[in-house]
């Protein structure tokens, strides 16, 4: 089964950016369902942004629509999650998570990475 590694958090100040990455260690990752999920201290995991296999079409949370940008380069393996204009509410740990076609979970997960955004 795949595994996912996931870089490119950190520390960044409101309305600034962040390129986070997730890079698969086999496989080729088109053939899932890719997504980003954050988690907030106390709060639920939440559904970020996705790009759905067979043709990897982008879906927005509302939260971000706008202002994140994911996309996929299949010649590296690697999905990545541009965030712009970033707001203090956007500090979460973020996941990187797959599924195959016709599954409703996500069936793999990276370890997350963290962001925080300061004022």
């Known amino acids: 089964q795949v595994q996912l590694v996931e870089s490119g958090g950190g520390l960044v100040q409101a309305g600034g950016s962040l390129n986070l990455s997730c890079t698969g260690s086999?496989?080729?990752?088109?053939?899932?369902?890719m997504g980003w999920l954050r988690q907030a201290p106390g709060k639920e995991r939440e559904f970020v942004a996705s790009?759905?296999?067979?043709?990897?079409?982008?879906v927005y949370a509302d939260s971000v629509k706008g202002r994140f940008i994911i996309s996929g380069d299949n010649a590296k393996n690697t999905v990545y999650l541009l965030m712009n204009s970033l707001k203090l509410e956007d500090t979460a740990v973020y996941y990187c998570?797959?599924?195959?076609?016709?599954?409703?979970?996500?069936?793999?997960w990276g370890q997350g990475t963290q962001v925080t955004v300061a004022s």
């Open positions: 790009l759905v296999s067979g043709g990897w079409r982008p």
């Open positions: 998570a797959g599924r195959r076609p016709g599954r409703v979970e996500y069936e793999v």
């Open positions: 086999t496989g080729t990752l088109d053939t899932y369902s």
